[in-house]
């Protein structure tokens, strides 16, 4: 037979475990609720956040810290902002070696753009802030955003000889997969174009 005391165990492990929600929803009876609501399951920390979930859910605990999800939602957006900068000054705080400015004096236009954008297109990469401090520090500019290539209102893929000339090798098999880009690249292979 399982006892109440084990449920308030697997209930306390949970709440230690997670201090931020006893902080938030922080009643004398949270611990009685909480157990209540585990009585149809075993005593487990699992089966203590399942019953805690359901709990705020149906809304029968209500947050007593004052605050809601929205405040909650700012305070991650905040921390999130403080370790981006954080982590930004780290990369930024090391001098330029002479190898780095000649490998950014060596890239073409598109692959620059291409690094310096990033996979999201945010400049938010290590690449990004190293060239942005020798654009402050060495009169490097700032490259123009490329696009992979435009898309018409059908879906299709329009690509033009020079833009298939200008693609790395590696970029454009990557791409060959996309079978829009690679229609594109037939139909300037069908018109002798490349």
Known sequence: MISTTQYESAAQLYFKQNPTLVQKYHTTTLLKQVVD??????????????AFDRLVANGTLQRTDGKSDRDDAQANVSRAQKHLDET?????ATPLTPS??????????????KLFYGPDGDAVCEFAVRYRKAVREFGFVVPPKFGDQAVSDGGEVQLTAAQYHSIPSAEL????????????VYKLLQNGEI
């Open 173 to 184: 098999q990557r791409r060959l997969r996309n079978p829009k880009f690679k229609m594109a």
């Open 37 to 50: 609501a585990m009585q149809s399951s075993l005593p487990t920390v699992v089966s203590a956040r399942l």
């Open 100 to 113: 780095e400015l000649e490998y950014f004096g060596s890239l073409s236009q598109r692959e620059l753009s």
């Open 88 to 92: 930004i000054a780290k990369v930024d």
